[in-house]
T-cell receptor, first 112, second 113 residues
Framework: SQQGEEDPQALSIQEGENATMNCSYK?????LQWYRQNSGRGLVHLILIRSNEREKHSGRLRVTLDTSKKSSSLLITASRAADTASYFC????????????FGQGTRLTINP | GAGVSQSPRYKVTKRGQDVALRCDPISGHVSLYWYRQALGQGPEFLTYFNYEAQQDKSGLPNDRFSAERPEGSISTLTIQRTEQRDSAMYRC???????????FGPGTRLTVT
């Protein structure tokens, strides 16, 4: 069963614009992680946000977490063609479970 | 330093054969995870280890699947009597702490004919 659900399933924007992707999950968590995957290749770890954090930044990435709504968002600012990829959120269930449960991902396309 | 490595990168096998997939985690990482990913989907958990101890194997589909990590480093995922439905990308990840970032390897693409 899937814990996280990304929204939208697909997003197409112009280069230079900002892209926002959302993730909702069902249970209480320890952490939420975001990953990028280019064309079926490897999963690249982007950022981890802990359940007691509300916002985290890494370069052009900004992640927010709202545990009361069980949701997270990933913002990519000043998008580039190289940002074209699928983006997944993954959560671990509070209580010590280490396994990650992934959503189906958001397919982001950056048009030049 | 080197990332997570997996071998082979591609494996084609005939139905009924056994296969062994290898994962070499980042040096010093205590936890190792196996996932399976179907095309267009996110990875699905199979099993994980802390050091050499298998902590959770609830994601293994059936008893044809097994995994080991005997010395707390390299891990092998074995699939016996492969079936076509086993065809998928098998991904390994490792983390330096129990609830830390999980870093993924390139995966092994398994095709059962």
């Amino acid at each position: 069963s899937q814990q996280g659900e990304e929204d939208p399933q697909a997003l197409s924007i112009q280069e230079g614009e900002n892209a926002t992707m959302n993730c909702s999950y069902k249970t209480s968590i320890n952490n939420l992680q975001w990953y990028r995957q280019n064309s079926g290749r490897g999963l690249v770890h982007l950022i981890l946000i802990r359940s007691n954090e509300r916002e985290k930044h890494s370069g052009r990435l900004r992640v927010t977490l709202d545990t009361s709504k069980k949701s997270s968002s990933l913002l990519i600012t000043a998008s580039r063609a190289a940002d074209t990829a699928s983006y997944f959120c993954a959560t671990d269930e509070r209580g010590g479970a280490q396994k990650l449960v992934f959503g189906q991902g958001t397919r982001l396309t950056i048009n030049p | 330093g080197a990332g997570v490595s997996q071998s082979p990168r591609y494996k084609v096998t005939k139905r009924g054969q056994d296969v062994a997939l290898r994962c070499d985690p980042i040096s010093g990482h205590v936890s190792l995870y196996w996932y399976r990913q179907a095309l267009g989907q996110g990875p699905e958990f199979l099993t994980y280890f802390n050091y050499e101890a298998q902590q959770d194997k609830s994601g293994l589909p059936n008893d044809r699947f097994s995994a080991e990590r005997p010395e707390g480093s390299i891990s092998t995922l074995t699939i016996q009597r492969t079936e076509q439905r086993d065809s998928a990308m098998y991904r390994c990840a490792s983390s330096s702490t129990f609830l830390g970032e999980q870093y993924f390897g390139p995966g092994t693409r398994l095709t059962v004919t």
